[in-house]
């Protein structure tokens, strides 16, 4: 069984950063794409940043500048460092990874979500 375990969130001043983590265990045979997705209260859940096992990364407009994210391929790790926080960036974030556990079937995964609030 696969999990996605994201760590990080908390409460932050604007202007602030935070730095969030998301660890992929299980029976990993291999991770593609790995992501960050946030949803604010009342509205849809967005794409933030998003990374291949190459490097290749895209950002949402909004972040792009403050956001950089990264990955570990070695320990199947994500993260995703927030700088010049604004309260606007409030919200649940998850980690998502699409993985296979045979090397023939993908499936995207997601972890449980942190919570970020930025404080004006």
């Known amino acids: 069984q696969v999990q996605l375990v994201e760590s990080g969130g908390g409460l932050v001043q604007a202007g602030g950063s935070l730095r969030l983590s998301c660890a992929a265990s299980g029976s990993i045979f291999s991770i593609n794409v790995m992501g960050w997705y946030r949803q604010a209260p009342g509205k849809q859940r967005e794409l933030v940043a998003a990374?291949?096992?190459?490097?290749?990364?895209n950002y949402a407009d909004s972040v792009k500048g403050r956001f950089t994210i990264s990955r570990d391929n070695a320990g199947n790790t994500v993260y995703l460092q927030m700088n010049s926080l604004k309260p606007e960036d409030t919200g649940v974030y998850s980690c998502n990874a699409d993985l296979s556990t045979d090397g023939s079937h993908w499936y995207t995964h997601w972890g449980q979500g942190t919570h970020i609030t930025v404080s004006s």
């Open positions: 990374i291949t096992r190459g490097g290749t990364t």
